[in-house]
């Protein structure tokens, strides 16, 4: 049964760091691309950062463009949303998802995705 498993939500002051985790199991990771989501209270999900699935291509949306950084380490079957400069507009559930693929290829909207984590909180403080 494939699982994705988000950790490393939490409540941070503005302008602190978080790390976000992306754990995967019953698929092949390197088979995979990958996105982050987040969806804020009374907002609609939004594609945050994407990465191919060898690593070696990577997109960040305009609003968390240099300050957020995706990376995936594939023996550790684990995708990671570094995010710093963090602003109160973060707070929301961040998700993370999979597209099989056999491209390296990055994907951007939501219904391109196969599989998805429960989400993990993110409240950044004033």
């Known amino acids: 049964q494939v699982q994705l498993v988000e950790s490393g939500g939490g409540l941070v002051q503005a302008g602190g760091s978080l790390r976000l985790s992306c754990a995967a199991s019953?698929?092949?990771?390197?088979?995979?691309?990958m996105g982050w989501f987040r969806q804020a209270p009374g907002k609609e999900r939004e594609i945050i950062a994407a990465?191919?699935?060898?690593?070696?291509?990577?997109w960040n949306a305009d609003s968390v463009k240099g300050r957020f950084t995706i990376s995936r380490d594939n023996a550790k079957s684990t995708v990671y949303l570094q995010m710093a400069s963090l602003k109160p507009e973060d707070t929301a559930v961040y998700y993370c998802?999979?597209?099989?693929?056999?491209?390296?290829?990055?994907?951007?909207?939501?219904?391109?995705?196969?599989?998805w984590g429960q989400g993990t909180q993110v409240t950044v403080s004033s």
């Open positions: 998802a999979a597209r099989v693929t056999i491209s390296g290829r990055i994907y951007y909207t939501s219904n391109e995705y196969n599989h």
């Open positions: 019953g698929l092949t990771l390197t088979n995979y691309a």
């Open positions: 990465i191919s699935r060898s690593g070696g291509s990577t």
